[in-house]
């Protein structure tokens, strides 16, 4: 009866019996394990107690641990199924896998998982769910060196190359994850994913012909895969050659998205599990100028559709609290600049009145994560599947949810796409608007407020006081000598610190014009992680500057990538920053200032044109902010010749800064609109 799946039978015939206790044992565990198919898991939990205390065999430690996983007890389980593991090879290891992965990534359950996988070192899944569990802790490290011993002992199984080429991509190391990268796609060449993952690992060390070349060959195999098609359409260059060439580009990404649309139209919502997988933000299309609204418009749309028809949840309806509950969803609450920006809006709200929730989905922790986790009243990692981390926000029933930014994570996107708090919020931590109808607001500042009559967001937008952030004044730096740079000490350094992918090919002239007037001063900018973007920049500046008829290696530098000690002490032996067009520094210009730095600020006309300019009025320098990119031309001219107006510049901004950090207004005005009325 048990073999035809007849548990309600088998029930039946064994209570009157198996109840007894002196009954067998084996008929107490066939009784048993039709109560647990039947999802009488109470009464099941009861008997497998029993019985692995009477009979303390392997199958019986089995039984009770799987009893204890449909009680939603995972990491209890894993005891009873360890102990199972240790006195018989032959105990299969699937419920302890299930376990492994439901429990939270405690040092138990890792020691417990750890134990496990020393045991059966041939047993691939296992393996696989170490490494899993190791990377759900944070332990990357950790999880790369158990997937390289899994990868040793099956090195013909495409996973573990698999999952190590992601795994390092996520935290940088490219090169590595493109070599797992490969050996995955020879492995399985008539599979996409492989050459999925390697196409996204090219795309972040800025080969976008690799990446275009790996995700037609994934298309050949599945021309209508929603993934691949979306990977290949945000293939938009972070450092386009030429105006036209970036205009090319976007024509080409707009066209591809209407592409996507056509097909969900065919395809959800029956294929939307696929289509949830397959989301991607539009970062490197939001560096290109204009507002993005429309374009945005359209890509909010189509994330909307699929998390409609993939995650479909209640209407939110919090239960009446004494403290309302806010909770802040990001992956990147580590040492990051967005986390620089509003972790103070976490840790200064008012405890007596709001109960703050952390939500982090991404795999890197740090000493911040740590202080954060701290301070919140809850906190959650939430870096497995998407629809467990809507369960977890869900159950939490939030009152109002705020994203410090949405655009640079499809996860995380893809989760504020749901409905899950009455109150939605994102702020500028990447300053585009999100096309979303679920994001209600967009928390922005004052001071860096657009013209009237211009529209850039979808979003409500609330205007905080100031510059819109409780900001910590940077410690003071390390004193450098320019020597530790290699870096001049009879020139002026203007500096150009900004991600690369600020820097437009519109504006390659300005540079030049500013050489060709001051020449004795040095441009100088950081290398981009990837040689090939800096590369690239490095070729486009080199026409623009012998187009003026002049040597660029003269005029300009990149330094390497810097440590953050270092960063703050170049910081402090330059002479002028330059604000990066159309998209401006934010928390760069706030570090700047903190050493006493005249920030020239770019005349934006988008919000995220003028974080510069906003942070320079907040400090009472209007005279730092050019009215024209003529006029900023200028003013870099005239600073870059006068060196006692640039000192003097330096002890005004000294002696002003403190009155741009630890400003509490912002968060002061964001609790009041969050007990306003929605």
Not at 283 to 305: A, E, I, M, N
Not at 307 to 331: E, I, K, N, W, Y
Request: contains cysteine.
């Amino acid at each position: 009866m048990a073999a035809r799946g007849d548990h309600a039978g088998v029930e039946r015939l064994a209570r009157p019996w198996a109840s007894r206790p002196g009954a067998a044992p084996a008929l107490q565990a066939a009784w048993a394990n039709a109560l647990l198919a039947l999802g009488h898991t109470a009464l099941a939990l009861q008997v497998w107690q029993r019985l692995a205390q009477r009979s303390p065999t392997p199958p019986m430690f089995t039984g009770l641990g799987r009893a204890l996983l449909a009680a939603d007890q995972p990491a209890r389980a894993l005891t009873p199924l360890l102990r199972a593991l240790s006195q018989s090879p032959q105990s299969p290891t699937r419920a302890f896998r299930s376990a492994a992965l439901a429990a939270p990534a405690s040092p138990e359950v890792i020691q417990a998982v750890a134990m496990a996988a020393h045991l059966r070192p041939s047993d691939l899944p296992l393996g696989l769910v170490h490494a899993r569990v190791l990377e759900a802790s944070g332990r990357l490290d950790d999880a790369a060196q158990a997937l390289s011993r899994v990868q040793a002992r099956h090195p013909q199984h495409p996973e573990p190359p698999l999952r190590l080429a992601s795994l390092l991509a996520a935290v940088g190391q490219l090169d590595a994850a493109a070599r797992h990268a490969h050996h995955a796609c020879t492995l399985l060449p008539r599979h996409t994913e492989p050459w999925r993952v390697a196409a996204f690992i090219a795309r972040k060390q800025g080969n976008l012909d690799r990446a275009a070349e790996l995700l037609d060959r994934a298309l050949a195999v599945d021309p209508h895969h929603p993934g691949l098609q979306w990977a290949r359409a945000i293939l938009v260059p972070a450092i386009p050659d030429s105006p036209e060439a970036e205009a090319a580009a976007v024509a080409d990404y707009d066209a591809r998205l209407e592409a996507l649309h056509e097909l969900a139209d065919r395809t959800l919502p029956a294929d939307a599990q696929r289509w949830l997988h397959a989301v991607q933000d539009a970062f490197p299309v939001h560096y290109v100028g204009g507002d993005c609204l429309q374009r945005q418009h359209r890509h909010g749309r189509l994330v909307t559709r699929i998390v409609q028809a993939a995650l479909p949840v209640p209407a939110p309806s919090p239960p009446p609290r004494t403290r309302m509950r806010v909770g802040f969803v990001s992956s990147v609450f580590r040492r990051h600049t967005v986390t620089k920006l509003f972790q103070r809006w976490m840790t200064h709200l008012d405890r007596a009145r709001f109960e703050v929730v952390g939500y982090h989905t991404g795999l890197i922790e740090d000493d911040t994560t740590r202080a954060l986790r701290a301070a919140c009243d809850g906190w959650h990692t939430i870096a497995g599947p998407l629809p467990t981390a809507v369960h977890t926000i869900v159950r939490d029933a939030p009152d109002a949810l705020i994203f410090p930014e949405l655009g640079m994570d499809a996860r995380v996107l893809t989760l504020a796409a749901v409905r899950l708090a009455p109150k939605q919020a994102v702020t500028w931590g990447h300053p585009i608007t999100t096309g979303l109808p679920s994001i209600d607001t967009f928390l922005a500042c004052e001071a860096m407020g657009v013209a009237p009559d211009r529209t850039w967001t979808h979003e409500a937008r609330v205007d905080l006081p100031g510059i819109g952030v409780h900001y910590d004044r940077p410690p003071i730096p390390i004193a450098r000598p320019r020597a530790h740079f290699d870096l001049p000490d009879s020139r002026p350094l203007l500096l150009c610190v900004q991600s690369l992918q600020k820097y437009r090919p519109a504006h390659d002239a300005l540079y030049a014009r500013i050489a060709a007037r001051v020449p004795h001063a040095l441009l100088v900018f950081v290398a981009d992680p990837g040689t090939a973007r800096t590369e690239r920049l490095r070729a486009r500046f080199r026409r623009a500057f012998a187009a003026a008829g002049l040597e660029l290696d003269h005029h300009l530098t990149f330094l390497p990538r810097l440590s953050e000690p270092d960063w703050m002490s170049l910081l402090a032996i330059g002479d002028l920053f330059l604000d990066s067009p159309e998209w401006s520094g934010g928390n760069t210009t706030l570090e700047a200032v903190s050493v006493g730095l005249p920030c020239i600020a770019w005349p934006g006309h988008t919000f995220r044109g003028r974080h510069c300019l906003g942070i320079n009025q907040a400090l009472g320098r209007p005279d730092l902010c050019p009215r024209t990119p003529d006029d900023w031309v200028d003013l870099v001219v005239q600073l870059a010749h006068d060196a006692p107006r640039r000192a003097i510049l330096s002890q005004e901004i000294r002696a002003a800064a403190p009155g741009l950090f630890h400003d509490n207004r912002s968060t002061e005005a964001l609790a009041d609109w969050l007990r306003s009325p929605a």
